[in-house]
């Protein structure tokens, strides 16, 4: 038994090790990967639940490392995140989101996400403004969207930098609402336009109804405050019939439409031709 708790611990030792290497790599390649051309975003339609008509598309960034193929943004975010990348990396996304939002012939919108780092980074607002400007976007089609985790690391500040986020023009939402660290009177005090429920609740509103019981009361939360309510992760009819009962106002899913180059939605984007 002796031996066996030895060999185990060297195995874990040595996978620790791996670990350790592996992210190291990621962390480094990462640094590297927009100068290599090897980011880029896809985009997920948002629609109205009534109207069925297109809102706007979420931008989501993938990441195509040479060797390893296409990497999740639930493992390298946090990789950016703790590195510091994510503020070099956050700022081509914005850049790269309005830069597409400004050639498109419908004044559609365009939702970026926008982590805690990038939150409280002194200069956020003065890019943002500058991308605005160097873009041409109107500011009213961009809109960022924040957790709520991202704000308890300093209320007061975030606080601030959302007011000159807000005065610019800006929108903002607050994501996987439901998740983290919920707190109701984070939707009055901070400037939000949208409320975005996440993915895990909307799931198991046909199955569990506690998850049925939370999603309607977001919703009456929404229409109390006046804050439209968008449903994430809808991936079935059940789902968007439960989500059209209970008059959610938009909708965002598989079902609606999964992330893909916006090539893929040029009849969207761009009006028909008239010949
Ligand atoms: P998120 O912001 O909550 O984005 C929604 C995620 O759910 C996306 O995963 C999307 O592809 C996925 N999704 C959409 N519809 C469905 C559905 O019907 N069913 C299921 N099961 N999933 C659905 P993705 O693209 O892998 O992104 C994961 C997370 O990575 C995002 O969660 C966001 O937190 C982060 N992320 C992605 N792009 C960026 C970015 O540009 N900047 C930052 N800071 N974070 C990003
Ligand atoms: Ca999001
Ligand atoms: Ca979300
Ligand atoms: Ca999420």
Redesign the pocket.
């Known amino acids: 038994a002796k031996t066996d708790g030895r060999n185990t611990y060297r195995f874990f030792e040595a996978s620790m090790g791996t670990a350790i290497r592996e992210r190291r790599m990621l962390e480094h390649d990462l640094r590297l990967a927009i100068a290599r051309n090897e980011l880029r ?2 985009y ?1 339609p948002q629609k109205g639940v009534r109207s069925q008509a297109m809102t706007g598309f ?4 993938r990441w195509k490392h040479p060797a390893r193929g296409d990497i ?3 493992v390298f ?1 946090p990789i950016a995140e703790e590195s510091g990348s ?1 503020l070099e ?2 700022d081509w ?1 914005i850049q790269a989101a309005c830069r597409e939002a400004a050639s498109w012939e419908q004044p559609l919108t365009v939702a ?4 805690a780092v ?1 939150l409280y980074n002194p200069d956020f607002v003065q890019q943002l403004h500058q991308t605005l400007l160097d873009t041409g976007l109107s500011p009213k089609r961009l809109e960022i ?1 924040i ?1 709520e985790t991202a704000l308890v690391r300093d209320f007061n500040r975030a606080l601030t930098t959302l007011r000159l986020v807000k005065a610019l023009g800006v929108r903002i939402a607050m ?2 609402f439901g998740t983290g660290y919920s707190s109701l009177s984070n939707l009055r005090a901070f400037p939000f336009d949208k409320i975005k429920i ?2 895990s609740f909307i ?1 198991s509103v046909n199955s569990n109804s506690q998850a049925a019981t939370i999603v309607r009361a977001v919703l009456g939360l929404g229409r109390g405050l006046g804050l439209p309510v968008l449903a ?4 079935t009819d059940a789902e968007l019939q439960f989500l059209r009962d209970e008059a959610c106002d938009e909708v ?4 609606l439409g ?2 893909a180059a916006i090539n893929n939605f040029r009849h969207l984007t761009h009006r028909e031709m008239v010949v």
């Open positions: 975003l896809v997920q979420e931008a989501l960034l999740s943004p639930a975010i994510i990396i956050g996304v970026v996400n926008v982590s990038q969207e957790t994501d996987d996440d993915g799931r994430e992760g809808v991936e965002q899913g598989y079902l999964r992330p």
